[in-house]
């Protein structure tokens, strides 16, 4: 039993060895040495027992840090994750997952981020170009000091490298691809292991062409108000997202067994959002009807019109807020940060595996 459940990762160091304990030291002498079989053979076979056991539990928790390991959460990433760019309408989840989990929390995440603005050319902080030096400038003048073993390091990138301005509309450096994307940001590992970072949580994108910007239903808005298919763009966006997070999934488990030492976590963004729009009871709690495919902060523009003007927009108020699951055209509501933040809190203290793939 307790083999299946080490397997599945349903079972904790304390209990594995408790566990352990009992099966070897409680037996009985006549247990220990029973008439049918040899002294030696017996001993044998407890030996290859014991050593059977301990490598299983081995096995099973070496993926992934110690529950309560971890200490301080460093963030990466676009707007999904600044804490200071509020897209969401409100507070960003890694500030409700410092609170949930207790974590010192150091972000340094940027709205419009791209991985490098030498791939995706955007005027905003890339996280090669501006996320990571900032890093490790602090990290040089003492100004950041963080223990390996008990911080963790996250990023979640792709939804500007994918999207209008980007790889979508052809904006992109020419010959780039959305496998110089991903690589990109696969690459933040490699940069991060090799300054001295162990654990690691990267996570994918989620189901972008569900997003009112990108679904087949979309209108002009904020963020693009020119002529364009709809459906082709819909289409192209789960492309791009789906193969994006395949290749992710591919080069990451090709890195682990050279990072030696570290913990490297796939959560799986694509999953969580597509089962909070399958299923939206279990996350969004407002008082409205639940809404997946609107948004609390609506704005319809004409077409061709500037961006820069206001258009006519619809608001949600109150604890209607909370019905929805996106805040406004592109970025998720404030109610799915702060389920995406209990989650991954629980993933991190590793009371939950149900959305992540720990590969070591």
Known sequence: MHSARIAEGKIDREEVYRSGARRVFSSSRADLYPSHLPSGTMVKSLLTSVLLSGSLAFSALAAGPFPGQIKNLVTFGDSYTDVDGHADGGIVWPVYAAQDGHFKLFPFAKSGATCSNNLTNRPFPSVFESQLPLFFTEKANGSLKLNPEDTIYTLWIGTNDVGAGALLTGSQTPGVSIVDTVTCA??????????????FIFQNMIPLEHSPLYSANSWPNRYWTGPRNTTEWSVFMAELTKSGNAIADGLLRALTPKLHGAHLGLFDSHGLFTDMLTRPQLYLNGTAPLNVTGAVHACVFQE???TSDPGVCTDATGTDRDSFLWFDELHPSEQADRKLAEIMTATIQRKSEEWITWLS
């Open 186 to 199: 696969v690459n933040w590992v490699k940069v991060m292991y090799a300054a001295g970072a162990r654990n």
């Open 304 to 306: 061709g019109e500037s």
